[in-house]
């Protein structure tokens, strides 16, 4: 079974490679993860250092998770003007028959 870590745990443990001087090796046998799982977060922190917003994870700082907030409400707006350009489409034609 997978085991699920909050946001916060990932972010600390790669900060314990990026902010810290541990090797990957010293970090995942000091917080208790995979290879492959301190790989990613690492990765995800330096990515998000660098101006980069992940697309399909939660983010770790929170100048990122703002920007998922402010995509995704976005996102719902634009869903929302389509579906009010559609019924007034549909206002228009019912107004002429």
Not at 10 to 21: C, N, Y
Request: charged share 35%.
């Amino acid at each position: 079974m997978a085991t699920s870590y909050t946001k916060e745990f990932k972010r600390e443990a790669a900060e314990l490679v990026l902010d810290k001087g541990y090797t990957q090796k010293e970090a995942r046998e000091a917080m208790g993860v995979s290879k492959s799982s301190l790989s990613h977060w690492v990765k995800q922190l330096r990515e998000e250092r660098a101006g980069i917003t992940p697309d399909n994870r939660k983010a770790f700082t929170e100048e990122h998770q703002e920007i998922q907030q402010l995509k995704a409400k976005i996102k719902k707006l634009e869903r929302e003007k389509e579906i009010l350009k559609k019924a007034s489409a549909l206002l228009m034609l019912d107004s002429y028959h």
